[in-house]
């Protein structure tokens, strides 16, 4: 049985502080590109492979997500990929189908079809938008803003790290939705960008931001009314100063934390009750079954183009470890995807 | 026209820091025992006064409630009680009602009868309890509870300030809807009464735990489902990391914080993510409606005696500004009233 080359990202060991390239290895391994004899899994060849900021918590040594336990030293990294069959034990996947799947860093991963997540039946768009806007990214941006947001027409929102993965959708969704938006991200660039291709009302840089209360005042003088969560520590501290009542904030992450080994302290939560805020946590695989309403709503607005997305793709699995690493200092503009293969 | 004495108790300036005594002057002056002419008013004789931690944000210089604006140095504080109705322009009310309404730390109040909250029916139970088990902390404590907490029986649920005037109802109210339920509380005595007198499985002083995520690990060792939040800052981030997943935090109050400069920073409200917590602000104003649900709901609990209620009632005006700082150094044991006249 012929065996191939099998190149893996690999976690050298748990991680304190700011991860580094160096905290990973590049390593070369094969696998035969056959299945077991009666094997029920799945042998994929990885084609995209998604990077994203919660993987920075699964490189911790103790677990915090329930379901998900944290990276194994000297093993590959895992997150959500594209991928094509190559053999299927199981009847829903045949070879050639293209997938979205829980897989792992490397060429070819062998999974159980448990990890797969959809069969994807639409290919008449990228298949690397299915790591991201059609993929965890577009549904964590639907079920936070819809589910937790409730925006109604006419509503002030407020999107942090605007030009990501996430935030970008968010911003676009409540333009859809009729509302005021504005997002903050770290550079000129990604300010433009919101600006001028994504949409948003307004858009600042809060690298050159003093005094982020200020800066909120200024783009919000009525309040806020719906906060996207996804860089917490001094942003939220920031927000909580100009809430409207009865303001929302769906916690989709706080990426600002994730690296820091003593976490900021948050200190004007009192206004979580003088404004009567809901503030919701939420891990998208809690959501999976909205998945199909939510490519309902979505697909025709890409296809209209009325939905754009910015992706950041690098090249090869050599190229992972420095794009894991630089969603944590926002040096990707956009989406970051680590292309594996293109087919 | 004869005019009576109306002792009142009257903010001397706007706070910074803890509240003293020294805050508040107890002054004399008087008042017409009739209404003016063709007034809509209502002329209330003051029975029972409420303290309400909520007062202190009053005191300072900065609004945050809508619609409750900061109190006006050199007049009266005004807070909830029970009266009698002296005289009335209004068709809804007439001479003898007792009534709950919003009032003034004085004696007598002309009041526009737009803050009269209701008229009391029920008064076979003490009238003081209207100030607390069937006023504005029973309700509160009852919507957090039941609108936000959403108890289910085996449940684990944590209350803080839990011999409190609103913590000791949301711990019955969860024994009775079959949860496990632990109170902190700042003394032995408070402890003993959670214990002995309330019925929660299990009671402690936080004030002995050097480390309340360790306490707290003791007595949920598989996490806590429901916080009722009445205290923030150090609680509430020790709480953070004794989580369930899906949690709720109904927040009623943050004490802790309200007298100082510099709240604390709370650091671990990543968790809110990783748990999938809700976490929702509210003030009882919002829920006026739900209180016939609610009365319905407690008076035969308090009848029947399967709800208790403990009070500290203090005797006269000239003891109000005692009484109000002590809540919070946590001075009082249960709820904290003024007597002003028994009838």
């Not at 409540?174 to 919101?194: M, Q």
């Not at 200024?218 to 942003?235: A, H, L, Q, S, W």
Request: charged content about 20%; glycine content about 10%; hydrophobic content about 40%.
């Amino acid at each position: 049985m012929a065996q191939v080359r099998n190149k893996q990202v690999v976690l050298r060991d748990h991680v304190t502080g700011f991860p580094k390239e160096s905290d990973m290895n590049i390593v070369e391994t094969t696998i035969t590109l056959n299945l077991p004899q009666a094997s029920n899994d799945v042998l994929l060849k990885n084609l995209y492979i998604s990077c994203d900021p919660y993987m920075r918590i699964l490189m911790n040594k103790v677990d915090v997500f329930e379901g998900l336990p944290t990276y194994t030293p000297a093993s590959p990294l895992t997150g959500f990929g594209v991928a094509k069959v190559v053999e299927s034990g199981h009847p829903d996947y045949k070879k050639g189908d293209i997938v979205s799947s829980f897989t792992k860093w490397e060429e070819y991963s062998l999974v159980p079809s448990t990890q797969i997540f959809c069969k994807i039946e639409h290919i008449d768009v990228p298949l690397s938008y299915y790591t991201g806007i059609l993929g965890m990214a577009g549904l964590t941006a639907y079920v936070g803003l819809f589910e937790f947001g409730t925006p109604k027409k006419g509503e002030n929102v407020f999107v942090s790290a605007a030009s990501g993965a996430v935030g970008q959708l968010v911003g676009q969704f409540a333009k859809l939705s009729g509302c005021y938006v504005v997002g903050s991200a770290g550079s000129k660039e990604k300010v433009d960008l919101l600006k001028n291709k994504l949409g948003f009302d307004e858009a600042f840089n809060y690298k050159e931001e003093l005094d982020l209360n200020a800066a909120l005042k200024r783009y919000f003088p009525e309040g806020i009314d719906i906060y996207f969560e996804n860089v917490g520590g001094k942003t939220l501290d920031a927000v909580l100063l100009n809430l409207r009542v009865n303001a929302r904030i769906p916690v989709c992450g706080m990426i600002s934390q994730y690296n820091l080994i003593e976490p900021e302290g948050v200190t004007n939560l009192t206004n979580i009750i003088f404004k009567q805020v809901h503030m919701q946590g939420f891990l998208v695989p809690s959501y999976y079954h909205l998945y199909p309403k939510f490519l309902e709503y979505l697909l025709p607005h890409i296809r209209e183009g009325k939905v754009v997305y910015v992706e950041d793709i690098a090249e090869g699995l050599e190229n992972g470890p420095k794009a894991l690493v630089g969603l944590y200092s926002g040096r990707n503009v956009g989406k970051q995807v680590i292309a594996i293969a293109r087919e």
